[in-house]
């Protein structure tokens, strides 16, 4: 029998409205909600329907409804990676993610300690993104906060973001990465659901790739930073880059550690739709680093995510390890 015990770490809050834009006429890239049938609402960007989205969004009884049949206890909400935004010039970022914010704390309150926080930062502006991550933090409380697999094209291992994660190590923040705008759409063939399906591991495997050759948990070592999708394509992708430490002594010299032994102090979701794909990520980065996650409430989620670990034959040790205490490392709440 599943237990009601898993924590998600990868689930996603749109409000039911977002803020009005105060400044003359809004740019085309800010979003807005309009109605759609039944429950739903089409959520409007650059004057395009990005996404048509169910009340399970934005309504925390909706969302905890469904708890007892995905076997959760727990759910970290974050926005959907859309909405993170850093296309916007820096004030309109910073105004957009701390009402974003601001609607995740209101989610969190009506839960009854069902929900936690991840938050957004306007990642444009390092001055503004410190600043709404100490709001975030010690105003409403987060565990951590949400960034895209790259920052306008910058991956989570270029320099300029230094400043951001020694600020999440100091300030004991976790940080969940997403696909985000994922490089490659241009090489895939079919209907747009395709970012979704193929391109976004493909950019997580590159961002999770480029924190371990910019030796990012060697200076960062206390960091909490997790991927997305299982890591994506890294899962593809270590075996080359350990392989290649030792043959090319310009890599071996510039990533300072073994990268396995980097890729095993991250953390991934386990979110993968696959058991055999489950079973190696568990024996590639270790049983203490993988988590629970299930992209709800959109279409394309895992409903069952508890269930799977149990049908993927772990020991009773792993299975609690990956449907909670890991998570609650993770995002340092109490066991």
């Given at each position: 029998m599943t237990c009601a015990c898993g924590v998600d770490v990868h689930a996603h809050v ?322």
């Amino acid at each position: 029998m599943t237990c009601a015990c898993g924590v998600d770490v990868h689930a996603h809050v749109i409000p039911h409205d977002f803020p009005a834009y105060l400044r003359g006429a809004a740019p085309a890239v800010w979003p807005s909600m309009a109605p759609a049938h039944e429950c739903h609402r089409h959520v409007m960007i650059d004057g395009k329907n990005y996404r048509t989205v169910s009340d399970k969004c934005w309504s925390v009884s909706k969302r905890l409804s469904d708890f007892e049949s995905m076997g959760l206890q727990v759910q970290a909400i974050s926005p959907m990676p859309e909405l993170l935004s850093y296309w916007l010039v820096p004030q309109d970022g910073f105004e957009l993610v701390r009402y974003l914010n601001e609607q995740i704390a209101l989610m969190v309150s009506e839960s009854g300690g069902a929900l936690v926080g991840l938050g957004a930062v306007p990642l444009q502006d390092m001055d503004l993104a410190l600043k709404e991550l100490e709001y975030v933090k010690h105003k409403l409380g987060f565990s951590g906060v949400e960034i895209g697999s790259n920052i306008l094209g910058k991956p989570v291992g270029h320099p300029d973001l230094a400043p951001f994660f020694e600020a999440c190590e100091a300030m004991d923040m976790a940080v969940f990465v997403h696909a985000l705008r994922p490089v490659g759409m241009d090489r895939l063939v079919g209907p747009p659901a395709l970012q979704q399906v193929l391109a976004y591991p493909s950019d997580v495997g590159l961002s999770a790739a480029s924190a371990i050759t910019s030796n990012l948990m060697v200076r960062y070592p206390k960091l909490r930073i997790a991927f997305s999708h299982g890591g994506g394509t890294l899962l593809s992708l270590l075996p080359r880059l350990q392989q290649a430490w030792g043959v090319f002594p310009a890599l071996e010299s510039y990533v300072q550690k073994s990268p396995t032994e980097q890729a095993r102090s991250l953390y991934f979701d386990t979110l993968v739709f696959d058991t055999p794909t489950l079973q190696h990520l568990v024996q590639v980065f270790g049983s203490t680093q993988l988590m629970l996650g299930t992209d709800y409430p959109f279409n394309f989620h895992d409903h069952t995510p508890v269930q799977r670990l149990l049908d993927a034959g772990f020991d009773a040790d792993t299975v609690q390890r990956l449907s909670h205490t890991n998570a609650r490392t993770f995002l340092g709440t109490p066991l």
